[in-house]
């Protein structure tokens, strides 16, 4: 709710002696008694006053930071600290080329990650507010056309078919009003409400059949409802204050990085103090203690790993957009690749959020199948032996001509695009009759209709009357329970049978245990009286035709995305509202269960005593069912307490608390609300669950990038810190000044690790199990590599240092060649970066252009420095012949050879573990 809409009174307790805390189990006098309200509604007066008092119907909206608070997050972080620390200590012994540089340094940084993070925010905020609609209230008698928000407890609104239903209302009076709850509750059927019915107070928010909520929406029918609750007290708004009151699961990359810095803080204090102390001991001027100091400080910390991070980050990101992932939070890019786990939702994720006819049972056959797209015409009807033959196609068209005419929908061709209207039932059998070559249009034509029965649901039926070869047939749609008192015989392929109830009714129930909706079809010639008037007693000796099997069917890519997650190691389960039958049939096709033990449902969870009991539950689930929104966020919670790094996937507004607490939530951007697209980390905009495959491959590209640039920067810093320790244990001069290893970090590796970020995939990244969630950026593998490239490239370069000391060389000399050494040894080790495991020479240096490019402008770079006055006074370089520079080239390609023994070895210790 906005800020000035705060009120201390609450809603729905408008009267001093009535409350509606349960709004759905009072008579509805007691709730117009309440709310001091009448069915013709309230007066524009006492409306406005209520306004002002508890405040306009809108959900609450984030704030977002501002650009100088996203500023100065980006100095929180260990690494920033020590190089503020450096910075003060440079000033403190006056060494300003120094300070200045470490400042220009952190600048850069924070600019550059300021622009990143900012930018996403601004994205985010153009996303509108779910609950943003129009109503039609009654004020003073007459009907007025107002906006949602002016909506108070106590108004009568009128619904329709097709409105966005504005607030938590109770039912009034009105007929055949059906609700598509499903971005409440994940039901993918539509719900029949009964303003009549008489609710208990524990009864569940799907069932509550004499209430509509805020957010949902009118499928079919009338009625008038008077407003109980508005905007953060709506049964939606208590998600959206869940969402924004949540606290944000730290992305796996975020945990990793903060251990990561935290402990290379650490080891700089420790290493600068170790080493400070043996200067101290040595009788090293205090002033040249703190110089010592400083450079340690800045050869250890990785300066470039904030730019490199980010733009790895970023590269992420775009190449995911071009896959249809849209990713808000940066961090999200490699979080999606580190997860575990993937909890989705099941309507309009893994199934189309489309009724579809998926089978066919006649009287007198096998199921026939029913293939294709859930919104288009596009499929076959097959048998079980196939294309049916010439007597099943008859009956095929028996009952597809029942099916359009018993019929309100439309099915039509608008711009090449096929449009749809009406009950979804309605619209699903237009479709399954369309593959069959039945059109409702030429259909109604050829059997004009004379007369119909609307569906109510207390007939659980409606039928249509029309002219058929000059006679009056009726057509039946509906309960087969209901369709088979009007039947006496059933339809066959070479004549129709007497009819066998016992036989159909197990069809329908067979169905119905594997999930289907089921629909009868009847249809057969009557007598009308003399008067015309069709009525349901004229239904009688009609043929039963057959049952349909309805169901919101999977997405054609969903099997295929799933059985990926499984191959890259990832548990995938299904969380949704809908009934259990349903959810495990669905969840059986997809391969995500073995057993009903893996089906857990709402009230399972709630008998759960204790965390313990409630993650033994969730951990062995792969079905959660008939779950409320709670308690798909304690899912996640659950998940996450089990061991797992959680991603959520989903469309509803009941997601969204889940898309808040997991590691990294993903919305679909077509069919889902504001609320989750506002909420989650990652959109899907081809609401497609396959796309969270492919971001589940660039993020862990992305990581793998991450690891990468860690490698390059972490082994120079490492190898910086054995080249100092060699020298102050030798009691030579310090081999490298601060503004040469800040040169070294920054510019010339800076921009080999940017160009390091760019690497593509490696091809396997898909066949990985995920990496454990407790597993350091600084994992065994990691530590062995940086260990050997450090202790090679810091012994070969304190072995150049010192002996070119002792070949008469000055201090400055010495530097001027070491530093080059430096250089050299980065541009050699890059190539080593690009794969943990695999042979530089197995890499296409063409497949990564920039790096390649980057490489030689580093070198370049700096040996124009050397013959840059200004710069190569500040850096204290010169100019080398030829021959030294290849000499140092030489050495510095130890470093290749010596990784590429060790990535032999490892290979060769992997495949010995695999087979033994």
Known sequence: MSNDSASSEPQAEIHDNVTLAEPHVPPIDEVLFALEATRHGLSRGEAADRLQRI???????????????????????????????????????????????????????????????????????????????????????????????????????????????????????????????????????????????????????????????????????????????????????????????????????????????????????VASLTMAAIALTQGTALDEVFLLAVALAVSAIPEGLPVALTVALAIGMQRMARRNVIVRRLVAVEALGSCTFIATDKTGTLTENQLAVRRIDFPDTDPWEVTGEATEPSGSILTAEGSPSAASHATLARLSRAAVLANDGFLGRRDEDWITEGDAVDV????????????????????????????????????????????????????????????????????????????????????????????????????????????????????????????????????????????????????????????????????????????????????????????????????????????????????????????????GANDAPALRAAQVGVAMGQGGTDVARETADIIITDDNFASIVAGVEEGRIAYANVRKVIFLLISTGAAELVLFALALLSGLPLPLVAVQLLWLNLVTNGIQDVALAFEPGEGDELSRPPRSPREPVFNRLMIERVVISALVMGAVAFACFKWLLESGFTVDEARNSTLLLMVLFENVNVFN????????????????????????????????????????????????????????????????????????????????????
């Open 428 to 651: 699903a059998l237009l479709i399954m009759a369309h593959k069959a070559g039945r059109i409702r249009a030429e259909t109604v034509n050829a059997h004009p209709e004379v007369a119909a029965i609307p569906f109510e649901s207390e007939r659980q039926f409606c039928a249509s009357l029309n002219t058929v070869n000059e006679r009056k047939h009726a057509f039946v749609k509906g309960a087969f329970e209901r369709v088979l008192t009007f039947c006496s015989s059933m339809a066959a392929q070479d004549r129709d049978a007497p009819l066998d109830a016992a036989h159909i009714e197990a069809q329908a129930e067979a169905m119905a245990s594997e999930g289907y909706r089921v629909i009868a079809l009847a249809g057969g010639e009557i007598a009308l009286d003399d008067d015309g008037i069709f009525t349901e007693e004229h239904l009688s000796g009609l043929t039963f035709l057959g049952l349909v099997g309805i169901i919101d069917p999977l997405r054609t890519e969903a099997k295929a995305a799933v059985t990926a997650c499984r191959e890259a190691g990832i548990e995938v389960a299904m969380v949704t509202g809908d009934h259990p039958t349903t959810a495990a049939t669905i969840a059986r096709e997809l391969d995500l269960i073995q057993s009903s033990d893996q089906v857990v449902t709402g009230p399972m969870l709630k008998t759960a005593e204790d965390e313990a009991m409630a993650d033994a539950i969730v951990k062995r689930g792969r079905v959660f069912a008939r779950v409320e929104p709670q308690q798909k966020l304690e899912i996640v919670q659950s998940l996450q307490r089990n061991g797992y790094f959680v991603a959520v996937s989903g469309d």
């Open 55 to 269: 405040g306009p119907n809108a959900l609450p909206q984030p704030k977002p930071p501002s650009a100088f608070r996203v500023f100065l997050r980006q100095f929180s972080s260990p690494l920033i600290y020590v190089l503020v620390l450096a910075a003060l200590v440079s000033m403190l012994i006056r060494e300003w080329s120094d300070a200045v540089l470490i400042a220009a340094v952190l600048l850069v940084n924070a600019i550059i990650g300021t622009l990143q993070e900012y930018s996403a925010q601004r994205a985010a905020e153009a996303l509108n507010q779910l609950v943003k609609t129009k109503a039609r209230v009654l004020r003073d008698g007459d009907a007025f056309l107002i906006d949602s928000e002016e909506l108070v407890p106590g108004d009568v609104v009128r619904l329709e078919s097709g409105d966005k239903i504005p607030a938590d209302m109770r039912l009034l009076a009105g007929r055949d009003l059906e609700v598509d709850e499903s971005l409440l509750t994940g039901e993918s059927e539509t719900v029949m409400k009964d303003d009549e019915a008489v609710m208990r107070a524990d009864s569940a928010l799907g069932d509550r059949a004499n209430m509509v909520f805020a957010g949902t929406m009118v499928s079919r029918g009338r009625q008038h409802a008077i407003v109980v609750k508005t905007a953060t007290d709506t049964e939606l708004g208590k998600i959206a204050t869940g969402v924004l009151t949540e606290h944000r699961a730290k992305a796996p990359l975020i945990v990793r990085m903060e251990r990561f810095t935290q402990r290379i803080a650490i080891a700089v204090a």
């Open 833 to 916: 970066s690009r794969s943990e495991t695999r042979s530089v020479f197995r890499h296409n240096l063409l497949r990564n252009k920039l790096l390649l490019a980057g490489t030689l402008i580093a070198q370049l770079i700096h040996i124009g420095a050397m013959y840059t006055p200004w710069i190569s006074d500040v850096l204290h370089i010169q100019p080398v012949s030829l021959e030294h520079w290849a000499t140092l080239l030489v050495a510095a390609l130890s470093i290749l050879v010596v990784m590429e023994i060790y990535k032999a070895v490892h290979a060769r210790l992997r495949r010995d573990r695999a087979w033994g």
